[in-house]
């Protein structure tokens, strides 16, 4: 039986906030507003386009190089591919990039890679997409921020929290099961995960209101909720990649221990 992965009270307090969140995401289901105007959509646009190509370029180099950080960034990379992804398929205004499911597919496959085989090195075809994916974000994000106005409709939007609070739920549980059973390599994917959608949902919660009681409510649940998070969420990765870094460079460890 593998040893759990850090200490008991980060692991239930993580299944606790998931826990905690399933019936928030009920109440969306019937409670959220169905559609909504999305304000200040550039700056939504910098950090969504212009934060993936920034990703997408770490992981490139991080592959590049063959480091072993690049287990958790290429996931947190895939997860901002398909958040911009999910946006866009989700909202009729927003524009889907195409350019991030080959982000996606291609970071997501680099982190299985290396997450199994840490010693092996990545096929060198793998950081190049990822930086022309890079490219391609930086010409969109240029077009949007000359071309488009500023704010936009949010058809769809009671589909689009509903479906990202529920991912977001699956990150919690995952990490913190992950963690109490000792399987690192899981708990690198739904950490990593979940540090980049908490970060997103903060980030667009405040960026995309038009002010007033709408921003102190943003500012509020990024407070009490997606922070805390984040940093619960970042600590179970550190943890887990101690653990996944042992086992990696001690077989006789892994035999005890696995990941």
Do not use: C
Not at 90 to 102: G, K, Y
Not at 104 to 120: H, I, S
């Amino acid at each position: 039986m593998r040893p759990q992965i850090g200490p008991r009270w980060l692991t239930l307090l993580i299944l606790a906030f998931g826990v905690l969140e399933i019936p928030w995401v009920l109440y969306l289901v019937f409670f959220q507003v169905r559609t909504g105007t999305a304000e200040h959509t550039h700056l939504a646009a910098l950090g969504l386009a212009g934060g993936g190509a920034a990703w997408a370029v770490w992981s490139a180099t991080l592959l590049w190089r063959h480091r072993r950080l690049a287990a958790v960034v290429t996931v947190m990379t895939g997860t901002w591919m398909a958040v911009n992804l999910f946006f866009g398929v989700t909202l009729s205004a927003a524009p889907v990039v195409l350019a991030t499911i080959p982000g996606l597919a291609v970071a997501a496959g680099a982190a299985v890679r290396v997450l199994r085989d840490p010693e092996r090195s990545p096929a060198r075809w793998q950081p190049v997409v990822l930086v022309l994916v890079a490219v391609v974000l930086i010409a969109h994000l240029m077009f949007t921020l000359t071309a488009t106005g500023t704010s936009m409709p949010a058809d769809h939007l009671r589909l689009l929290v509903v479906l990202y609070d529920t991912a977001e739920v699956v990150a919690l549980l995952g990490l913190g099961l992950s963690l109490r059973a000792g399987r690192a390599r899981a708990a690198i994917v739904f950490g990593s995960m979940g540090v980049v959608l908490f970060f997103l949902d903060a980030f667009v919660n405040v960026v995309v209101v038009a002010g007033g009681e709408a921003f102190v409510a943003a500012l509020f649940y990024a407070v009490v909720g997606e922070i805390p998070s984040i940093a619960m969420t970042a600590a179970g990765v550190i943890l887990a990649m101690r653990r996944w870094t042992e086992v990696a460079a001690d077989p006789a460890v892994g035999a005890k221990m696995g990941a």
